[in-house]
């Protein structure tokens, strides 16, 4: 028997499924009611974790819940708005108090992009906001997450980035800026958090068929974006999922501080 096929045997299909079973674990999605934090919701659960699906919009997210329900997996939702404080601390303990601990944390609410920052015109409030959206919101969660992740023995932290942290261009400063400084964030906290057992990462989508690009798409941007992309098409909601279920599970268990880019190869800018 050869070293490859000892490998493969060793290495069975119960073993390969284990390593993405969540089974018992906790995830806490923010902006889990549409689009990318929508499908993270439902593949988390999927993947047999416990959900809590937060979102400004409470019908929405209750909508996302009752189907995760429906489909014999476990989910509440949670009311949140990540510019209150008080919302943040409520979103974690009603996950302990519900499910007793916290082991998964998805950053994905966030604001901004589109190429509408003329830098003549935004305003500091406008800075603020994006930035205590994109940046000061994910690390208070991180704050209060990361103690119940190291109390349970098991600890990962996926913020949802975007090309644009690495994309240059016209109209995109403050936007482009926070998910640059949520990349280096994750870089750093890495060492932070790995003392408790906490992993942390990133994954930046690229141009994603969602409301938000559905929006500002026309047949003229998306053949611009494919001339740019060696998978031609546009991402799904499902490959950004599928990405954020692999930091999720055990299947990451020696990977942080990075950014994995989902983007078909390619940047999508409009050159």
């Known amino acids: ?14 073993e390969i499924k284990s390593l993405f079973d969540l089974s018992g674990k906790v995830a806490v999605v923010t902006g889990g009611a549409d689009g990318i934090g929508k499908g993270c919701c439902e593949i988390l659960a999927a993947a047999g974790a416990s959900v809590v699906v937060s979102d400004l919009n ?23 708005n990540v510019l209150q404080d008080a919302d943040l601390v409520n979103l974690i303990d009603t996950t302990v108090k519900t499910f007793g601990t916290v082991n998964i944390l998805v950053n994905n609410a966030g604001l901004g992009g589109g190429g509408r920052e003329n830098p003549f015109k935004i305003d500091v409030g406008y800075v603020e906001r994006i930035y205590r959206i994109n940046v000061f919101a994910p690390l208070r969660l991180c704050q209060l997450a990361v103690p119940e992740m190291g109390k349970s023995g098991y600890g990962s932290i996926i913020n949802i980035t975007s090309m644009s942290s690495i994309d240059k261009g016209a109209n995109m400063c403050v936007y482009s800026s926070s998910k640059a400084a949520l990349n280096h964030l994750a870089a750093n906290l890495a060492y932070d958090f790995g003392p408790y ?75």
């Not at 028997?1 to 119960?14: F, G, P, R, W």
């Not at 060696?230 to 055990?250: K, M, N, Y």
Request: hydrophobic content about 45%; some cysteine; overall charge negative.
């Open 197 to 271: 057992g906490v992993r942390i990462n990133n994954v930046g989508p690229g141009a994603t068929r969602t409301a938000a690009l559905a929006s500002i798409l026309t047949p003229e941007i998306q053949e611009k974006m494919l001339r740019h992309t060696p998978i031609h098409r546009l991402g799904e909601v499902s490959d950004i999922a599928q990405a954020v279920l692999f930091f999720a599970s055990p299947a990451s268990a020696w990977i942080s501080g990075q950014v994995l880019f989902v983007n078909g190869g390619g940047d999508q800018t409009l050159d």
């Open 1 to 14: 028997m050869t070293l490859i096929e000892c490998s493969i045997q060793a290495l069975d299909v119960m």
């Open 58 to 80: 409470a019908d929405k997210a209750k909508v996302v819940t009752d189907g995760i329900v429906a489909a014999g997996g476990k989910a509440i939702p949670v009311t949140c």
